[in-house]
């Protein structure tokens, strides 16, 4: 109701007006038209049809003239009127009413219940005959007619009789407040019900059998009369049996109605329901998406800073290794090739070789990708050949590599720097002892290459996070849980997809997918 005006919902005419007049043109035009239409006025629908509410006269006139050009249809207003009889717009009392009045005292309750439902005007009986009457309508100042409305009344005079079943009356506008004159008055004439004749036909039957039998002594005077009373109750019962009837057909018809609108109001709940579901869906899938969204800026920015960290180490450590690994060059120089302070120095080298490694490691990490076509199956072989080079005879290395694979563009550094953290890695959860199994393969648009150990593995929580930067399963000072989230970054820089499957107890397999060229791609599908 926010959007509705107070000058709209005066206290001038009762809303059961407006739901009457909206019913026709809902099955005139169609719920959807007339919703737009209310909906233009700034009006809310549900408060129109609730027969508890108020409008005013001005907002009541606007929106009939709005729905009568709308539907285009000359004598809609009128048409509209003539809805106000439907058992569905007055239910039990038209049932009374048919059932206990007549015509002429219908008209003349609905003039004096006229305040009950319409507080600007002065409704009037001017004459009142057996089957004729003259209704006026006078306005309060300030407020003013208009003939669509006038139709609407007219229409609603029109069709009181048929609350009997009888034709409807005949209205003649004998002044219009439209045209300029002070009221409007409408000269109704309408046919009455049939009298009851029923109990009339009743007392004379029983009067004249019982004239009949006296004539013939075979009853008494007393008796006699008593058929007539015998003829009224018949009479009466057979009347109120047919009405019965009537009103049990009326019943009927408004039975009817109520399983239609239940229908409609069944219709419209799945409706309803099917677009909360669609929308619940779609506001889940949004949801999804955004929290796939956040998650994948959050690694990427984790990365990035790891990036500029990387960057910083290897710079300062770059130049102290240097300095370290002249020294013990000059020093394995000067001195014989045995001896206990030989092999100190070679382990001195061996260590210092593998902390430039990582230094280098460190650098690729950082700096931008410089990708050519190159072939990855020489570059996974060479990588393999250096990484044998450093372990000792209780690791054993399988390949499984496929031939005339196409090259790919990559950073060869890269790539190889990606492989050996894998290698690594897969030799430091196995402890230095087991089974690594080194595989690559097309598979359509891209080269996968395989890593795979037959360690420990790991659970689903470690799984999730094992790219993260600083996530690691070794103990205290064992490791800094870099080397994976630098392989995944060196991985997406070269535009492919790093994933790793593995259970408890049953090894894992690291998978790295490189992206064919364009070119490579098409020949690959042909």
């Known amino acids: 109701m926010e959007q509705v005006s107070s000058e709209d919902t005066r206290t001038e005419l009762v809303c059961g007006i407006a739901r009457t007049t909206l019913m026709y043109f809902r099955d005139l035009m169609g719920e959807e038209a007339v919703r737009d239409v209310v909906s233009a006025s700034c009006m809310n629908y549900e408060y129109l049809v609730d027969d508890r509410n108020w409008m005013s006269m001005s907002y009541f006139c606007g929106l009939l003239d709005e729905l009568v050009q709308r539907s285009g249809k000359t004598g809609a207003a009128f048409e509209a009127g003539q809805y106000g009889a439907r058992h569905d717009c007055m239910g039990l009392v038209r049932t009374l009413t048919a059932g206990v009045s007549t015509p002429g005292a219908a008209y003349r309750f609905w003039v004096d219940s006229s305040s009950h439902w319409n507080r600007v005007a002065d409704w009037a009986i001017q004459g009142m005959g057996r089957d004729h009457c003259r209704v006026s309508m006078t306005l309060h100042p300030g407020h003013a007619n208009t003939k669509s409305n006038c139709q609407v009344i007219q229409g609603l005079l029109t069709t009181l009789p048929r609350l009997w079943n009888l034709p409807p009356a ?53 008796c006699a009369v008593s058929f007539s009373g015998i003829g009224l109750a018949v009479g009466f019962a057979i009347h109120y049996l047919l009405l019965s009837n009537m009103l049990k057909g009326q019943n009927s018809e408004q039975i009817l109605s109520l399983e239609n609108t239940v229908r409609q109001i069944e219709q419209l709940n799945e409706q309803l329901q099917q677009k909360v579901e669609l929308r619940t869906t779609e506001l889940a899938k949004a949801l999804e998406d955004l929290k796939a969204s956040r998650e994948k800026e959050v690694v990427t920015a984790r990365h990035a800073a790891i990036g500029v960290l990387a960057a910083g180490m290897a710079h300062e450590l770059n130049n102290p290794l240097n300095a370290v690994a002249i020294s013990l060059q000059g020093i394995r120089e000067d001195i014989p090739e045995w001896g206990e302070t030989y092999e100190l120095v070679r382990s001195a080298d061996v260590a210092t070789r593998r902390c430039r490694r990582i230094v280098a490691e460190l650098l690729a990490y950082s700096r931008d990708s410089n990708c050519r076509l190159a072939d990855v ?71 996968v290459i395989s890593v795979r150990d037959t360690g420990p593995g790991m659970n689903e929580e470690t799984r999730k996070r094992i790219f993260d930067p600083f996530f690691t399963t070794k103990p205290r000072g064992k490791g800094l849980g870099l080397g994976l989230a630098i392989t995944w970054q060196l991985v997406q820089r070269n535009g492919g997809t790093i994933d790793v499957n593995s259970r408890d107890g049953q090894g894992s397999e690291f998978m790295i997918r490189l992206p064919l060229s364009p070119a490579m791609g098409e020949e690959k599908k042909e």
């Open 170 to 222: 005949r209205v003649t506008e004998a002044q219009c407040s439209c045209s300029g004159s002070t009221s409007c008055i409408y000269d109704v004439r309408w046919t009455n019900p049939s009298p009851v004749r029923w109990p009339l036909y009743g007392v004379l039957s029983g009067g004249l059998i019982g004239a009949m039998l006296y004539s013939l002594d075979m009853i008494s005077g007393s």
């Open 377 to 447: 199956a020489d570059i996974v072989s060479s990588t393999v050949s250096t990484f044998q080079a450093e372990q000792s005879d209780t690791l054993t290395m399988d390949f499984d590599i496929a031939s005339s694979l196409p090259p790919v563009s990559v950073d060869r550094g890269q790539i190889q720097q990606a492989v050996m953290n894998l290698l690594d890695n897969a030799a430091q959860a196995m402890g230095g002892k087991g089974r690594i199994t080194v595989a690559v393969r097309c598979d359509k648009e891209y080269v």
